[in-house]
Structures are given as structure tokens and as C-alpha cells.
């Protein structure tokens, strides 16, 4: 009989759970003499996916969804039997704010970037002389630098005025982060690819992402768009507690790993609470600035030092309906970094997720944190409260105080892609192939944030996982 081989997992993130369940489904299905055990440093599973229940409330502290076209995301909800309680947006009307008015998000624009014309000449968000410069995409060549910043990569084609005010609050958005300072290669690959391929980005998405041909007018009216976006009933932390409940004593809480040691058949992996666990093999899914302290002993972490993370804080807001006397049609808005806000964006939570709130409430979401404001995620909940209630009375008239709030803080939860991201981390990984074999980095610090992106690593870790394990 085979002997029992060993496998840590550390850190109880969407990416470490994901892991945890595909290693099990493959040890019962292949009946492999393999053990798997999951650590997770805090009481609590789910890393940023985290949802209060309230008052008829379903209330996102983290992430409020993912692609519905992405597929490790739809493939894990599969396997865990959640698809009947999956829930779709609803789909609105989206804003800019820019220069102390909302402008609707023009039609035919893919992250910003104009496909139809005409409705990007209409829009305010730009001036005549913004809309000619953006025009320049039609004629300037490709560009000759391969890694860039986003920031420099979309203001060559486009000028600042678009970016500023339509590209850079949609994309900074998504990683928290200064798109002057994010990489185009470990983030938006694709517009790189589709400027070298067909020069013009607009004429490259006009090829590749074609408009939907219009619908015809159908009989029932109250037939609307489907959202792009999953999540589920009683909240996107379902996902979480259906990976907790499958696994069972794989999970050990309150269990951080303080140090792993490299061994002649393996690794003595030391965690908080004394005990020592010896693993062949070990996939950490843990923030990277964790790596060089867990693995003081080696180098190959020290570059990691110096990516940086960024804050960020949400505020949660639940009104009766009645509260908000002049409300707008629509979802939401992002705020350009031009506007004297201090406010990133804001969710109309009620209309994009109609499960959130209960007939006749309100639920509103704001967010804050931008790059060149940290020091916001650290007011008391108070300031930070007012702070978002001063700057929604700018455009809505709410005239009651929240019924209650739910405040969420993320210090250092965002981790920067910066330019050189993705040569880095080949170096790292080529470094670990050859002095840690078989440990194996996944998670939003590496190959995107979003969740089937972690959920996607996590597959990927349990792919390498078994082909090191079946050649040691």
C-alpha cells in the first residue's frame, strides 16, 4: 500500500476553499492516498467574500458578485448544487460623476472605451476638443513598449480627458488601485493585444465585441435585459458556507502558519497554535506579503516586499424609501478622480440586486479609498459615515438618517499589479520550481482579484499539486 501523502493549504480565501474541494473530489473520485488539511489564520472562512444578513437585508461587505461568462466561478457553483439559488442583476441606467453632475455611462462603450460614436459625441463627459483628441485612436500606430502602465497605454490613444473621466474611474475601480502605476499586461492584457492586432482599439472592439443586434419589441414589457452578474439569494457568502459545510475537518481555524521549513522528504510546516504539520506538499494562498517572513529562510520572496497593497472601506447604508426624495434611475456611479469627492462610487444596491433589501427600503453602498486617499479607510465609523452622506446629498436629496449602516474596512487587502507584475512573478515561480518543489503560490495577489480568477488559481494549484505528487 501506497504511504499517505501529505498536503497543506494555507489560507481559507475563496481560492484556498476552492482548492481544498477540488484536491477532496479527487482523492475520493481516484481513490489517492493523499490528505489534504486547510489552515486558516482567522475564526472566520471566505477572506473578502463576506455578507451580513439584516433586518430582511442581504448586505455585501466584500465582492458583490462575479461574470456570469466566466467559467471556474459557474463550474464551482455547479459542483456544489447552487445553481437554483443563483440570482441575476438587475440592469439600469450607470453614471459618471464628473465635474458635480452625473453623466449616463454613453451607450456602446466597453470599460470606457467609445464602440458607437454617436453617443460618445452627445456625451458631456468630454469636450469637443477631448472628443477630437480621443478620435486620434483611428490613425496613431501601435505601440513599440511591451509592458506599460495602463495609464500611459490609454492617454497615448486617447488623451487625458477620456481617460480621466470615462476609462480610469471604470478600471482604477477594479483593483483600488492608480492606473498610472497598474501593470497592462497583468490586468488588461486583452486591449494591449487588440491594439497590436488591429491598431485602432475602437475599430479592434468593434471587430471583436460586436453590438447585440436590438431585440424586437416584445408583448411583455416587463421583459428586462439579463444582468451580466451572478450572485446568490441569501448572499454571495452562500458559496463559502456550501465549501465549508462540504469539507468539514479538512478546516482547521485559528491556525496561522507562522513558518515552513524545507526537509529532506518534504516540509515541517509550523503553525500559531504549536502544532507542526509535515506535508509534501503545500499550496499557499495567503496575501504575498506573508511569503518572505513564512519562508524566511530563502529569498525567492523578497521582491514581493515591494508590491504594494492599497485600503479601501465601504459604507452600507439601509433607508426607508422614503428617505430619499430625489432618486435617480439607475444602479450606480463611479466618480472621476477629477471631482472633489471623496467617494470612489456608489451602488444603488436595491435596483442592481433586488433580493438585497425588503419592499418599501433602500439599500445604498459607497465606497472609499482612492490611491492618494488611504488615510480615509482609518476615520471612525462616524466620519467616515458623514463623509459619504455629504457627498451623496450632492446628487440624491436623502433626508433621514440611515436606519443603520454596515461599515467594512480592507486595510491592505488590494494588492497592486505594477508594471513588471507578471516577469516577476515567472521569476518567482521559476525560482520556487527549483528550491521549493512542490509549493505552490494561488490567490488575488498574483493572476487577478476577481473571484473566478482565485477560483481559477485554486484549480490551477490542485493541477500542479497532483503532477508533482504522481513524479515524487
Request: net charge neutral; with cysteine; glycine share 8%.
Amino acid at each position: 500500500m501506497s504511504e499517505m501523502k501529505k498536503i497543506l493549504i494555507a489560507g481559507g480565501g475563496i481560492t484556498g476553499l476552492t482548492a481544498a474541494y477540488y484536491l477532496q473530489k479527487e482523492i475520493t473520485e481516484k481513490d489517492l492516498p493523499y490528505e489534504v488539511k486547510l489552515v486558516e489564520a482567522g475564526s472566520r472562512l471566505g477572506g473578502k467574500i463576506k455578507t451580513v444578513r439584516r433586518n430582511g437585508f442581504v448586505i455585501e461587505q466584500g465582492p458583490d458578485s462575479f461574470l456570469s461568462r466566466k467559467q471556474p466561478a459557474v463550474k464551482l457553483t455547479d459542483e456544489l448544487g447552487l445553481r437554483n439559488q443563483i440570482v441575476r442583476n438587475g440592469t439600469g441606467q450607470s453614471f459618471i460623476l464628473a465635474g458635480d453632475k452625473l453623466h449616463k455611462m454613453p451607450k456602446g462603450s466597453f470599460m470606457g472605451i467609445p464602440k458607437q460614436i454617436r453617443p460618445f459625441l452627445f456625451s458631456g463627459l468630454v469636450s469637443p476638443a477631448g472628443k477630437l483628441r480621443a478620435g486620434m485612436d483611428f490613425v496613431l500606430p501601435r505601440s513599440k513598449q511591451g509592458d506599460q502602465s495602463l495609464g500611459s497605454f490609454f492617454r497615448r490613444r486617447f488623451g487625458n480627458q477620456l481617460v480621466e473621466n470615462l476609462i480610469e474611474p471604470l478600471l482604477s475601480g477594479i483593483y483600488a488601485g492608480n492606473i498610472d502605476d497598474m501593470s497592462i499586461m497583468a490586468t488588461f492584457p486583452n486591449f494591449y493585444e487588440l491594439e497590436q492586432e488591429h491598431r485602432s482599439l475602437i475599430k479592434g472592439l468593434r471587430e471583436t465585441k460586436p453590438e447585440q443586434p436590438k431585440r424586437k419589441k416584445n408583448k411583455n414589457k416587463d421583459e428586462k435585459k439579463q444582468g451580466m452578474f451572478y450572485s446568490f439569494q441569501n448572499g454571495l457568502e452562500t458559496l463559502v458556507e456550501q465549501l465549508e459545510e462540504t469539507l468539514g475537518d479538512v478546516v482547521e481555524r485559528n491556525a496561522a502558519v507562522d513558518h515552513v521549513e524545507k526537509k529532506d522528504h518534504g516540509y515541517h510546516v509550523l503553525l500559531s497554535n504549536g502544532d507542526v504539520y509535515k506535508a509534501d506538499a503545500v499550496i499557499m494562498t495567503t496575501p504575498h506579503h506573508t511569503l518572505p517572513k513564512v519562508f524566511s529562510q530563502f529569498d525567492i520572496f523578497d521582491r514581493f516586499q515591494e508590491m504594494p497593497s492599497t485600503s479601501v472601506a465601504n459604507v452600507a447604508m439601509a433607508f426607508d424609501e422614503s428617505a430619499i426624495t430625489q432618486d435617480i434611475d439607475g444602479t450606480g456611479f463611479v466618480v472621476s478622480r477629477n471631482s472633489d469627492y471623496r467617494i470612489t462610487a456608489c451602488t444603488w444596491t436595491h435596483k442592481k440586486w433586488p433580493n438585497a433589501a425588503p419592499e418599501g427600503k433602500a439599500l445604498v453602498r459607497c465606497y472609499v479609498g482612492k490611491p492618494d486617499d488611504q488615510t480615509v479607510v482609518n476615520l471612525s465609523d462616524e466620519e467616515i459615515t458623514d463623509i459619504v452622506l455629504n457627498d451623496l446629498n450632492k446628487t440624491m436629496n436623502i433626508t433621514q438618517k440611515p436606519e443603520f449602516s454596515v461599515i467594512s474596512r480592507w486595510t491592505n487587502a488590494m494588492p497592486q499589479y505594477t508594471v513588471g507584475h507578471t516577469e516577476r512573478l515567472a521569476n518567482v515561480r521559476k525560482s520556487m520550481h527549483k528550491e521549493l518543489p512542490g509549493v505552490f503560490i494561488a490567490g488575488s495577489s498574483y493572476e487577478g482579484v476577481g473571484i473566478p480568477d482565485c477560483i481559477g488559481q485554486g484549480e490551477q494549484a490542485v493541477a500542479d499539486v497532483l503532477q508533482f505528487l504522481e513524479k515524487k
